[in-house]
């Protein structure tokens, strides 16, 4: 970098601090120069880690980044190789600003943000994973027992999901975060990752119990981009769709805003109409997650009613890990 580089470098970092922010053409503005040749700066600077940005185009917005205690003091893990790998496996984070942190390198922003020793933390989080692994057979967590214990009446012949939503001290999976965040931001992207994440589970489930026919549990509330929809032409599956309604009511509720499983029973009694008259031994019912499982259940109920099916299996992406539980988030 010349001289001449150097010097207008210096005033943009002199900018930025001094106003916490400012966007390519507020600099292009204070130093008289094109935005072209400020964005050359800006490349420079971002690449020597000097600046990070903010936002995405055309509203981004740059700032001095904040050197964090590992380039201060060159910290030095003694993670393990194979310990790093199953954090890069299963870890995933999102950052309160909205930034995507995965495997071991979430796993130790998460670590420095909560103050833990990384080490240490590192061996306890795989511990959690062990704890959790004795209830997944096949890439499937089986719910039956949750929902035995929660229903008097079980009319789903199976039920199974993905992963847990979340899990104690470490808080959501990796699934739990995709699931989350794809929903809530309505990203195509987040979705697309979801869609590779649990297609082929899905897929093998499909071929394991000789399902004929699948249903996807519609939405209550209204979205832009609505996460089951997308969930449903992405998987392309080559099977049968039922036909599931959610009916309109004077006032919409979600499911997540009920705390009380009997309103939950009722809600979904109430607003889920299989309109369907096709025939079928054997259907799959795919929920974003379960939390109470009552409109899955209620859903396989009202198909059987209806001679649709004579076995209803169903699956969330994520669910619970005891009985009646509220995933208010998703």
Known sequence: MDQADKKTSGKIINYISSHGQASGKELADFLNLTTRAVRKQLSKLFAENKVSKIGKSPKVFYVIKKESKESKEEKV?????????????????????????????????WCERHNLPLEKTALEYAETLKKYEPYKKDGLIDGGYK????????????????????????GKTKLGQLLLYAKQSQSLNLIRELVAQIRTPIEELITKFSIQAVGFIPPTVKREVQLMRELEGKLNLTLPKLSL??????????????????DRIENARGTIVADEKRHYDTVLLIDDAL??????????????????????IGLAITGSFSGFEIISEV
């Open 77 to 109: 893990d003694n993670v393990s190789a194979e310990l790093k790998k199953v954090i890069d496996e299963n870890y995933l984070i999102i950052t309160p600003k909205g930034e995507r942190k995965g495997g071991f390198l979430g796993f130790s922003y």
């Open 291 to 312: 939390g109470s499982g009552a409109t899955l259940n209620e859903t396989a109920k009202k198909i059987k009613e209806r001679g649709v099916a004579k076995k209803a």
């Open 147 to 170: 929902m035995t214990h929660t229903f008097k009446e079980v009319y789903l012949d199976q039920v199974f999901y993905l992963d847990f939503y979340s899990i104690e001290r470490f």
């Open 245 to 262: 309604v959610k009916v309109k009511t004077e006032i919409a509720v979600a499911q997540k805003t009920l705390t009380k499983l009997e």
